[in-house]
């Protein structure tokens, strides 16, 4: 199975990553080559990437945002567990794990943010989840194309972090406050954050070793999934820090 890709970062990190295979490239007429684009041109040539100039509303028609490049690329590359903890190997292990998470958005910007701060891989539910689709390619820009991500059950992930001494977190409203530089965060960690609205699922949450919740000062309740999943990974990240 094919699939269209689009946006600059999206595909200009595909053709960094080299996890997928690029099939062709189609960049708008007259569109300016210079910056990411031309060092997306320079890895074509090298990768021997066709590149064809074609009118632009034949790549709106992929998608209204698309900057002027289109990428026909194979599937995502999904990957498991295994391999998520064999890239750890050596460093604390820290994994994101989202419970049914729909927005494509919002699972974009996990993961660009997982991969800015060094997380080893994501985990999502293998029904009633978001997947990696193009739009979220282009949410996460590019960064889901270096992110190890593994489609599983979450509880019996849970289950097998656990045995690898990872101390599992659910992020949720019903939870404590966490602290900065709380303990909690510390070591080998699984952050695992709930659902736009539902939040962590019970069975998923009685297998967290503990549920926190970010302290909040303002008039409203809560922050969505993406934002709020963002700061709790930042405050990990802080915490782990030697």
């Known amino acids: 199975m094919k699939e269209l890709i689009y946006s600059r970062n999206a595909v ?13 490239i189609e960049i708008a007429e007259g569109v300016q080559e210079k910056g990411r684009l031309a060092d997306i041109l320079k890895m074509a040539q090298q990768q021997k990437i066709r590149v064809s100039r074609v009118p632009r509303p034949k790549l709106d028609k992929v998608h209204q945002n698309n900057q002027g490049i289109v990428a026909e690329v194979d599937q995502y590359p999904y990957s498991d567990v295994i391999e998520i903890l064999e890239r750890a190997k050596g460093e604390l292990p820290f994994v994101l794990m989202l419970d049914s998470l729909q927005d494509p958005q919002n699972f974009g910007t996990l993961i660009r943010t997982a991969e800015a701060l060094g997380v080893h891989g994501v985990v999502i539910p293998t029904a009633r989840s978001v997947e990696v689709t193009p739009a979220v390619v282009n949410a996460s820009s590019g960064a889901s194309e270096h992110m190890l991500i593994a489609q599983a059950n979450l509880s019996q992930t849970i289950d097998a972090l656990k045995d690898n001494d990872i101390w599992i977190v659910g992020l949720d409203q019903a939870g404590a406050e966490v602290e900065a530089g709380s303990r909690h965060l510390k070591g080998a960690l699984g952050l695992v954050v709930g659902s736009e609205g539902d939040g962590l699922h019970d069975l998923v949450r009685k297998k967290c070793d503990i549920v926190l919740k970010l302290p909040m000062k303002g008039k409203i309740e809560s ?11 930042y405050l990990a990240y802080l915490s782990r820090k030697p």
Do not use: D
């Not at 922050?223 to 990974?233: E, F, I, R």
């Open 12 to 24: 200009y990190e595909a053709l960094r990553a080299k996890r997928r295979q690029v099939f062709s």
């Open 223 to 233: 922050l969505n999934a993406a934002v709020a999943g963002s700061v709790a990974l």
